[in-house]
């Protein structure tokens, strides 16, 4: 079992910065991929960015490459997402996730849920 957290959600401006961190329970946390998806308002569930275990693997959907970036820090057994550069449509519910090993874009594939951050980008 993992439990998993999320803090670092708010309100910022266009252009402004956040980060997200994702903190998990649980001694394997270095055996999971773990991964950050968003929704939206009346929106479907979608992928940010993933990352393995050992940090070698990263995939990031294309509107947020060149602006977010994932890392871990596996001693922490913490996930973090900083986002740069936001914008209005970055606005959503931030979720990270995990699953064994590998990374995965599709969101049936995790396991384990954080409850979810709001992270509201004001124009």
């Known amino acids: 079992q993992v439990q998993l957290v999320e803090s670092g959600g708010g309100l910022v401006q266009a252009g402004g910065s956040l980060r997200l961190s994702c903190t998990a329970s649980?001694?394997?946390?270095?055996?999971?991929?773990l991964g950050w998806f968003r929704q939206a308002p009346g929106k479907e569930r979608e992928f940010v960015a993933a990352i393995n275990w050992s940090g070698d693997n990263i995939d990031y959907t294309d509107s947020v490459k060149g602006r977010f970036t994932i890392s871990r820090d596996n001693g922490k057994n913490t996930v973090y997402l900083q986002m740069n550069s936001l914008r209005p449509e970055d606005t959503a519910v931030y979720y990270c996730a995990s699953r064994l090993r590998r990374i995965s874009d599709y969101a049936r594939e995790y396991n384990y849920w954080g409850q979810g951050t709001q992270v509201t980008v004001s124009s």
């Open positions: 649980g001694r394997t946390f270095g055996s999971y991929a």
